[in-house]
């Protein structure tokens, strides 16, 4: 480790020339924007709904997915939410760990003695369980996108917003148990039982199955590339640079070289947890998502009860607005499409990275891992994104600390405002928030960008090193430079994962059918052999 460290060191040391100089920044800015406009006009063109408010196509694809799957899936957001907790707590990790029939069907006493004596030789491949899947996905989601983006989207669109963002989570959450069920169903499994899965492989493999194998190889090349640059911008340089400037906000250290600091800092850190792969990722976000999200919707929860008596005017204000857009630029369309926008840029569902992550899952049944996946949109668009937004509708009753219909710039400090005005200093909390959010999230980027590089450059502790030192040193340089159009087309990567991720879902949602029905199979052959007297097997497990 300390070899890989100095490494690492050795590495940013080149570069810091570079990051010093007034210039650079400005250098790479027009760089990125002479050779790569295109690209970001192309991904994120808009289609006008008036005159006022116009709306990328790519999210139409992506929110007219998520309608798709969920009919398609009957509501299985709604039907599946409970059965997605029971998964969660391990009520049916027997099952997943060795299969149903083996355990439950036809058991005879003496066959259930021999099954218990010899149960722990038949585990199933995996390297994580399904609340680590959940939380090293969830740590790349849950982020500055639930503290500022939520502020944004009601400065332009108003308390009616929150409606619309909530409709998004709720509708990606079919899309995550779509195409995270794919990302378990054809992962590859390494001899050393490294677990190598997501898009590019359920668009090889997966439509090979249905005689589209050359079609399939091109949208799992295209999407490679695509998280590959959406890692080290959006997934990196974006996040370091945000929680580098909020820490010399904190401290008041402007004008000081306390950004590259920072960033070097960051970068080690990040490093220690990265080269441990996404077991030790996952053992961080186990603990690191649980506890930042908990200590913000502790204080969300803080000021809702001190401000009780507001909570109904709040809830009949986003009503109202969802549907009127009185006051509001570009009316009702101009709501619907700050809160669909916020709901589905935050939770990513329908872009395919998280199904990278919930691919590692130790289960037998894919569908198992889309189910736990389901609870991801809930948690981070229906439930922190709305506790957001209820604090700044709340506290602005009283503080008047935005005008709807009157864009801001920066989420983070309003969001604050709120905050603050109830719970003295608690900027001071948002602040770590902020630089936690940015960590968990950069690490579980660092796998999905490294998922992608060894799809393409092949598999290897070279190959995943080179990746891993990159991306470290694209840490430190976010934290030094204004990114401008490098973050812009760093977005338009993310996003445009949408396109073959999207399309290879559609196509492939018999398969997830079929999965789902497996799944339910076996958890009906648990429950039957349960009520006939068989011995629940999970204390063995």
């Given at each position: 480790m ?8 050795t590495s940013?040391?080149p ?25 970001v ?13 116009k709306i990328?196509?790519v999210?139409?694809?992506l929110?007219g ?16 939410f ?7 707590r391990?009520?049916?990790?027997d099952?997943e760990?060795?299969g149903a ?16 004596e ?24 849950v ?27 709720l509708?990606?959450?079919a899309s ?13 499994v390494?001899p050393?039982?490294?677990?190598y ?8 493999k ?13 949208l799992?090349?295209?999407?490679a590339i ?7 911008g959006g ?9 580098a ?15 590259i ?10 490093a ?6 996404i ?11 649980p506890f ?5 919707v ?59 992550a919930h ?14 996946a ?13 506790m ?10 009283d ?8 864009e801001?710039k ?23 928030a902020?630089?936690l959010?940015?960590f ?7 796998y ?8 393409l450059?092949?598999?290897?502790k070279?190959?995943e ?9 694209f ?10 159009s490098?973050?812009?087309?760093s977005?338009?990567m ?5 396109v ?7 196509l492939l949602?018999p ?30 497990m």
């Amino acid at each position: 480790m300390k070899k890989y460290l100095l490494l690492l060191f050795t590495s940013l040391l080149p570069i810091l020339t570079f990051a010093q100089q007034p210039t650079a920044s400005e250098k790479v800015d027009v760089f990125f924007q002479k050779y790569t406009g295109w690209f970001v006009e192309l991904i994120f063109l808009e289609i006008p709904f008036s005159e006022t408010f116009k709306i990328p196509w790519v999210l139409i694809v992506l929110i007219g997915g998520a309608m798709y799957f969920t009919f398609y899936f009957k509501l299985i957001n709604f039907t599946g939410f409970g059965t997605a907790i029971r998964v969660v707590r391990g009520k049916y990790e027997d099952i997943e760990k060795h299969g149903a029939d083996t355990l439950y069907g036809d058991v005879t006493p003496n066959e259930q003695e021999n099954i218990i004596e010899t149960i722990r030789d038949d585990n199933a491949d995996g390297e994580v369980s399904h609340f680590q899947a959940l939380t090293a996905a969830l740590s790349a989601t849950v982020g500055l996108g639930n503290i500022a983006g939520v502020a944004v989207a009601l400065s332009i669109g108003g308390p009616g917003a929150t409606f619309w963002m909530i409709v998004a989570g709720l509708l990606g959450m079919a899309s995550k148990f779509a195409e995270c069920t794919l990302g378990v169903k054809f992962r590859d499994v390494g001899p050393d039982g490294t677990v190598y899965g997501g898009p590019m492989y359920y668009l090889k493999k997966g439509l090979a199955q249905k005689g589209m194998g050359g079609f399939g190889k091109f949208l799992a090349v295209l999407f490679a590339i695509f998280v590959i640059g959406g890692s080290f911008g959006g997934g990196n340089m974006f996040q370091a640079n945000q929680a580098a400037a909020q820490f010399v906000q904190l401290f008041d250290l402007q004008g000081t070289s306390a950004a590259i600091y920072f960033g070097i800092a960051m970068a080690i850190i990040v490093a220690v947890v990265i080269i441990g792969g996404i077991k030790r990722i996952a053992k961080v976000t186990e603990k690191i998502v649980p506890f930042m999200a908990g200590i913000y919707v502790l204080g969300a929860i803080v000021i809702l009860a001190a401000n009780y008596m507001h909570i109904g005017d709040a809830f009949a204000l986003i009503f109202e607005g969802a549907f009127s857009g009185l006051g509001i630029a570009g009316g009702l369309v101009g709501v619907m499409i700050q809160g669909v926008r916020r709901g589905a840029f935050s939770n990513e569902a329908g872009v395919g990275s998280a199904a990278i992550a919930h691919s590692a899952v130790r289960t037998k049944y894919p569908a198992s891992e889309g189910i736990v996946a389901l609870l991801e949109p809930f948690i981070d668009t229906v439930v922190i994104c709305t506790m957001t937004a209820l604090v700044i509708v709340i506290t602005n009753f009283d503080n008047n600390i935005i005008q709807y219909g009157v864009e801001v710039k920066e989420g983070v400090e309003l969001t604050a405002s709120a905050f603050d005005s109830v719970i003295p200093h608690f900027s001071i909390v948002l602040t770590v928030a902020v630089i936690l959010f940015a960590f968990s999230t950069m690490i579980s980027w660092s796998y999905y960008g490294m998922q992608g590089w060894v799809y393409l450059f092949g598999r290897g502790k070279v190959t995943e090193f080179i990746y891993k030192i990159l991306f470290c040193i694209f840490i430190w340089v976010g934290s030094v430079i204004s990114l401008g159009s490098v973050i812009n087309f760093s977005d338009a990567m993310i996003f445009a994962m949408v396109v073959p991720n999207i399309i290879g879902v559609i196509l492939l949602t018999p398969v997830v059918r079929k999965e789902l029905k497996k799944y339910m199979n076996a958890i009906n052959t648990k429950h039957e052999a349960l009520d006939e007297g068989a011995e629940d097997l999970r204390k063995h497990m």
